[in-house]
């Protein structure tokens, strides 16, 4: 499962829940989720002009 994030400066793909539960935990806002990561970096793509 791949979780895409966003904060003021950056977005990310975290590809593990420990990494999205620590980002949700500084601060991060939690955009989408894909299974595929082609998918997910298209939902990056969409973050990134949001």
Same mark, same amino acid.
């Given at each position: %499962?791949? &979780? $895409? %994030? !966003? =904060?003021?400066? /950056?977005? $990310?793909? @975290?590809? =593990?829940?420990?990494?999205?539960?620590? =980002?949700? $935990?500084?601060?991060?806002? &939690? !955009?989408? &989720?894909? /299974?595929?990561?082609?998918?997910?970096?298209?939902?990056?793509?969409? @973050?990134?002009? !949001?």
């Amino acid at each position: %499962m791949y &979780f $895409v %994030m !966003y =904060n003021q400066q /950056e977005e $990310v793909i @975290c590809d =593990n829940i420990d990494d999205l539960t620590n =980002n949700l $935990v500084n601060g991060w806002k &939690f !955009y989408g &989720f894909s /299974e595929s990561e082609k998918l997910a970096l298209s939902l990056l793509h969409e @973050c990134k002009n !949001y």
